[in-house]
């Protein structure tokens, strides 16, 4: 059974798993708009994948004995300034999400819940990819800059990312 406080810190974590979907929703409108259906493909495939989070952590406290308590999410930004932009913002998303798993992680660390903690440990790992696939994309985008040509050939590329696979440890909701 989980602790109360962790109970709290996994119920927080799924709201900011979900508002991550609404922020990658949101590009995809974004990316839509600028006619960049690459990125805007890329982007509903990281939606998907921020709902598979979410769905992870949603059974993980129900198979725990623990409740879900979901609360309402915070409407993310519509509109940036230009599509480099928009992936910074990504990049810092993912940043701040990183904080937030290590957080949860020495959370489960302090309360001494190892089967948090062991838990845990796939999404502190997959962090790592999330932020280093949304650097890579600034720094490509940054590479681009003023280049239609080159900005044509990144969208094109980012639109053959595969969906996410929906197998790992995630526990049944």
Known sequence: MLKPEMQKAFNDQINEELFSS?????MVSYFEQQNLKGMAAWMRVQVQEELLHATKLF??????????????????????????????????HEQHITACISDLHSKAVELKDPA????????????????????????????????????FMLDRELGSRPAP??????AAT
Do not use: C, H
Not at 22 to 26: C, D, Q
């Open 116 to 151: 948090s903690t062991i838990f845990l440990e796939w999404f502190v790992t997959e962090q790592v990819e999330e932020e280093s696939n949304a650097r890579d994309i600034v720094a490509q985008m940054e590479m681009v800059q003023g280049a239609p040509g080159g900005l």
């Open 165 to 170: 696979a929906a197998g790992g440890n995630a």
């Open 59 to 92: 059974g993980y406290v129900l198979e725990r004995d623990g409740a879900v308590e979901l609360k309402a999410i915070a409407a993310p930004t519509a509109a940036w300034d230009s599509p480099l932009d928009a992936w910074k913002a990504a990049f810092a």
């Open 22 to 26: 609404y922020l990658y929703a949101s």
